[in-house]
């Protein structure tokens, strides 16, 4: 069945690089996604990267994608205090084979940053 | 700037009460997928509609969980009647269902207390 892995815990200083690691099951996956989730608000879309890029970058952050190994990781460069977040990764399989377009979320990892 | 709103942002209520939280989606987006979302289970997907239809309720509880949309614009979730075990925040989201992404967007979601 369909699963995500992620570590539940980060923590880094300011303005140091974050990352934030992966790990997806189905080989099928179109789209990988980031999440993110600041304290008592709903998840607000970072990026996503469709399955057959290795790279996407955006400004401070860059998505890596590892098909091979069915690993994804998220970079925040010059992590900011406002960065501290829990960030979500999620897999779809677009509407194809049977998908309807919902996502697998993985459990969050909590990215704690230190002045 | 178009948004998800869910209502009521906050709810408590005793045990055994009725509660009805709602959903507008984002204009134009025609599918809707509600999470309940708890610090032990993390992201769970409990239903998804998509042009108003159910897709798929599984990871709802059938006995006391009911899920509709009387039009595009708005989509429930109801619960009844409520157990302490139902606490926690329960969100929605919306996105087009195009055939090339599945990006959803999130509402701030309703954080349910039952005593």
């Known amino acids: 069945g369909e699963d995500v892995e992620q570590s539940l815990f980060l923590s880094v200083r300011e303005g140091d690089s974050s990352v934030i690691n992966c790990t997806y099951t189905?080989?099928?996956?179109?789209?990988l996604y980031w999440y993110k989730q600041e304290p008592g608000a709903g998840l607000q879309l970072l990026t996503y990267?469709?399955?057959?890029?290795d790279m996407k970058q955006d400004q401070r952050l860059t998505v890596l994608l590892n098909k091979k190994d069915k690993h994804l990781s998220l970079r925040i460069a010059d992590t900011q205090t406002g960065d501290s977040a829990i960030y979500f990764c999620a897999e779809s399989m677009g509407n194809y084979g049977g998908s309807q377009g919902n996502l697998i979320f993985g459990k969050g990892t909590k990215l704690s940053v230190k002045p | 700037d178009a948004r998800v709103t869910q209502t009521p942002r906050h709810k408590v209520t005793e045990m055994g009460q009725e509660v009805t939280m709602r959903c507008q989606p984002i204009?134009?987006?025609?599918?809707v997928f509600w999470y309940r979302q708890t610090m032990m289970q993390g992201l769970e997907l409990l239903a998804y509609?998509?042009?108003?239809?159910?897709?798929?309720d599984s990871g709802m509880p059938k006995d006391r969980f009911s899920a509709e949309m009387p039009d595009a614009t708005l989509a429930t979730l109801k619960i009844q009647p409520s157990e302490p075990r139902d606490s926690a925040v329960y969100f929605c989201a919306s996105g087009l269902g195009d055939r090339n992404t599945d990006t959803q967007y999130f509402g701030p979601g309703t954080r349910l207390t039952v005593l």
């Open positions: 990267i469709f399955s057959n890029m």
């Open positions: 509609f998509r042009n108003r239809a159910p897709l798929d």
């Open positions: 204009l134009g987006h025609n599918t």
């Open positions: 189905d080989s099928s996956s179109t789209y």
